[in-house]
Nanobody, 126 residues
Framework: QVQLVESGGGLVQAGGSLRLSCAASGRTFSGYTMGWFRQAPGKEREFVSALRWSGGSTYYADSVKGRFTISRDNAKNWLYLQMNSLKPEDTAVYYC???????????????????WGQGTQVTVSS
């Protein structure tokens, strides 16, 4: 049974940093893409970043490029999202997800991920 458990959210001032973690368990993820999505109140869930577990290719939403970095720890099956230069508009619940993608472009869409964590709240104050 696949489990994804996020941690690391919290309250931070604009310009600050946070690192989100996602502990993945229940299977090997070598053929999977791991992603981060977020959902702000009243808004639809949106793609933030993704990483192909094998090979390590990474993908980012334009809104976070240059500020967020996705990474993994192969040995521990952990996924990370380092978030720097945070803005109030980054405030959302952040979700970790896992899925198998036929094409890299599928990584941008939540419907292609079969496993989701419970989410962790990130609040950026101005």
């Amino acid at each position: 049974q696949v489990q994804l458990v996020e941690s690391g959210g919290g309250l931070v001032q604009a310009g600050g940093s946070l690192r989100l973690s996602c502990a993945a368990s229940g299977r090997t993820f070598s053929g999977y893409t791991m992603g981060w999505f977020r959902q702000a109140p009243g808004k639809e869930r949106e793609f933030v970043s993704a990483l192909r577990w094998s090979g390590g290719s990474t993908y980012y939403a334009d809104s976070v490029k240059g500020r967020f970095t996705i990474s993994r720890d192969n040995a521990k099956n952990w996924l990370y999202l380092q978030m720097n230069s945070l803005k109030p508009e980054d405030t959302a619940v952040y979700y970790c997800a896992a899925g198998q993608m036929s094409y890299p472009s599928n990584s941008y869409y939540g419907r292609n991920y079969g496993y989701w964590g419970q989410g962790t709240q990130v609040t950026v104050s101005s």
